[in-house]
């Protein structure tokens, strides 16, 4: 397995160091990367931007906003957040998307550390109940690429209001709030550990005895920036792709659910 240092915490730059292994940079290895970011909202591939995030806040608060290129919902992260990408080599002609096998090195990692950590079966990494990581993949060209987030010591309260939530959803559903659903990590340690710290012990425990470090040439960040600034931070690519829409009123009704019109 090679690890790669990406040097960035730009959700932008990583996406497209993310994009440069899968398109361009190609290795016969499985790469690992494990990052993060300043305060970033990364939407969904075929999600409406508009209706994910509270703009207005995001742009008070200088919260980035980026569209990654996997699907499932918007993400919240933070420098007390982080990310974690595996690349396969492995080519195929299925379609199809299967997470076990990269959750399973991050879980043993975790668990390593003492935090009885399980992966729910869908897209989630959760201990006492409570999600720590959503993952998503997709695969192009046969390649795999697998990103997951692991909220450490993530400011959940920020999280919580740059998100835009249904409230027919939290009623519906008995929940509080989105706050009620999710965990930091280090909440759950037996022993404090720095955000370094942790970084360093979970690349230490997913690469084992047989990883190596591929350090990025001067001309792959040169051409890592221009798809950043091609693809990942243009305006058109992360609200011009949101999907067509029209008004659209609900509400909930006691014993009828909620009603679209």
């Not at 292994?21 to 190609?26: C, F, G, R, S």
């Not at 955000?195 to 960040?221: H, V």
Request: charged fraction near 25%; charge should be positive.
């Amino acid at each position: 397995m090679l690890y790669i240092e990406s040097g960035s915490n730009s959700p932008s730059y990583n996406f497209a160091l993310e994009y440069y292994l899968m398109t361009e940079k190609l290795f016969d290895d499985m790469v690992f990367l494990f990052w993060r970011t300043t305060p970033t909202l990364m939407v969904g591939k075929f999600q409406n931007t508009y209706s994910e995030i509270d703009l207005d806040y995001a742009r008070s608060r200088k919260i980035r906003i980026v569209r990654r290129l996997s699907g499932g919902g918007t993400i919240y992260t933070d420098m007390g957040s982080w990310q974690f990408t595996f690349i396969s080599p492995n080519r195929t002609s299925s379609p199809s998307i299967e997470f076990t096998g990269f959750i399973q090195p991050v879980v043993a990692a975790v668990r390593d550390l003492g935090v009885d950590a399980s992966f729910n079966g869908r897209n989630d990494l959760v201990v006492s109940g409570k999600k720590f990581s959503g993952n998503a993949q997709y695969i192009k060209n046969g390649r795999t690429l697998h990103h997951g987030s692991i909220l450490f010591d993530t400011d959940l309260e920020e999280m919580v209001r740059a998100s835009t939530v249904d409230p027919q959803k939290v009623i519906s559903k008995g929940i509080k709030s989105v706050r009620d659903r999710v965990t930091n990590l280090k909440e759950h340690l037996p022993r404090p550990l720095s955000m370094e710290e942790f970084k360093a012990i979970m690349i230490d425990r997913i690469l084992g005895n047989d990883g190596t470090e591929y350090l990025l040439s001067t001309e792959d960040q040169k051409r890592i920036l221009l798809i950043q600034q091609e693809q990942f931070d243009n305006p058109q690519k992360i609200f011009g792709a949101n999907p067509r829409c029209q008004l659209h009123l609900k509400k909930y009704f006691p014993g009828a659910g909620t009603i679209h019109s």
